[in-house]
């Protein structure tokens, strides 16, 4: 006999409610009808709890690493410097993680050390830093140290080869020779790594003395060699030695006293000095003081344009990498 559906929906309806009845004029078996309806019952909470289970597993896949993507294995490293940074960033690529303490623009040799800086040297894995006053007061740096962190110190790494100057990266054969010490540091460190630092050392240090080279050959062809130059912070110095330029320090002060005026230009008359080179952070108020009391002395002073000694400057400058640093120089040394 043909069922009549109606019935049938309303016969579900009360069996929903756990009421077993019988009607005779459909034919059907009431127990077949509840064992029907139990089927029924348990693939429906079956699919709930597929769907559950899935959804909480493309939940797990979305905050989980690709099975094929390596997990970011790559050490925490703090540097003390921009410079220090680039060369990390330079060896290591531009994905590695890597901080530096003082910020691009900041005169180093001002850097304080806060309880921020204290919190980022206290997570590095890796810690770099010159060794020197260049740290500022990242010079105590260590006590704040993982016990685990391992420590690279520039200045430590230079003994054991040569003496080297605090500003040593205004040399560009010392630098070229941190490149190769820092190498071979990183890959002791990183073995993981070593190819691609291999691979980029080799390409930096080609870039580097591709550099040298050029200042070389440029400066040569001008008469700085022949003249008397004095700066007003010891980090040009370097660079000099390196290029055989004469040049004699002379400190001048933030806000110089007359008698401070008067002392540095007997400094300038007695050394023969024509050319005054500054440094980025020297006193504009301290220097307009010195040239006026010379001029007036009949001094004829030059004053060249500033050149960047003691940190990079921030993104957008053309000075954000050492190469840009010393190329930068180069060009203001040309153009007097």
């Known amino acids: 006999m043909p069922i009549n559906l109606f019935a049938n929906v309303h016969l579900l309806g009360v069996l929903k409610y756990g009421t077993i009845v019988t009607i005779p004029y459909i034919g059907l078996n009431v127990q077949k009808i509840y064992t029907w309806y139990g089927v029924f019952m348990v693939k429906s909470i079956f699919r709930i709890f597929i769907i559950v289970i899935s959804t909480m597993m493309v939940i797990w896949w979305l905050n989980t690493p690709f099975l094929d993507s390596e997990k970011d294995t790559s050490p925490k490293i703090v540097v003390t410097t921009p410079l220090l940074e680039d060369l990390v960033v330079t060896l290591l690529g531009p994905e590695i993680n890597v901080t530096s303490l003082i910020v691009p623009g900041q005169n180093p040799l001002q850097a304080r050390l806060t309880s921020d800086s204290k919190t980022k040297i206290s997570h590095a894995d890796i810690i770099i830093m010159n060794g020197s006053q260049v740290d500022g007061e990242f010079q105590t740096l260590i006590q704040y140290t993982k016990k685990s962190a391992r420590v690279i110190n520039v200045s430590a790494l230079f003994r054991k080869h040569k003496n080297i100057s605090d500003f040593y990266w205004m040399d560009i054969v010392d630098w070229s020779h941190l490149v190769y010490l820092m190498q071979d540091r990183l890959r002791d460190l990183l073995p993981k790594r070593r190819s691609e630092i291999n691979y980029r050392m080799s390409a930096y240090s080609k870039e580097v003395f591709d550099l ?125």
């Not at 080279?213 to 001008?222: A, D, H, T, V, Y």
């Not at 912070?233 to 806000?255: K, R």
């Not at 921030?314 to 180069?330: A, D, K």
Request: hydrophobic residues 40%; glycine residues 6%.
């Open 212 to 336: 040298y080279q050029k200042i070389r050959n440029e400066l040569g062809g001008l008469d700085l060699n022949q003249m008397k130059i004095a700066t007003n912070h010891p980090s040009f110095e370097p660079f000099a030695t390196l290029f055989q330029l004469d040049v004699t320090i002379i400190d001048i002060p933030i806000d110089p006293k007359p008698e401070d005026v008067a002392q540095i230009v007997t400094q300038l008359k007695e050394n023969n000095i024509t050319v005054f080179i500054p440094n980025e952070y020297i006193s504009a108020q301290g220097l307009d003081a010195v040239v006026k009391a010379a001029n007036k002395s009949g001094l004829n002073l030059r004053i060249y344009s500033p050149i960047i000694t003691l940190n990079l400057d921030g993104p957008g400058s053309g000075v954000e990498t050492y190469l840009q640093l010393m190329t930068m120089n180069l060009r203001t040394l040309i153009n007097g």
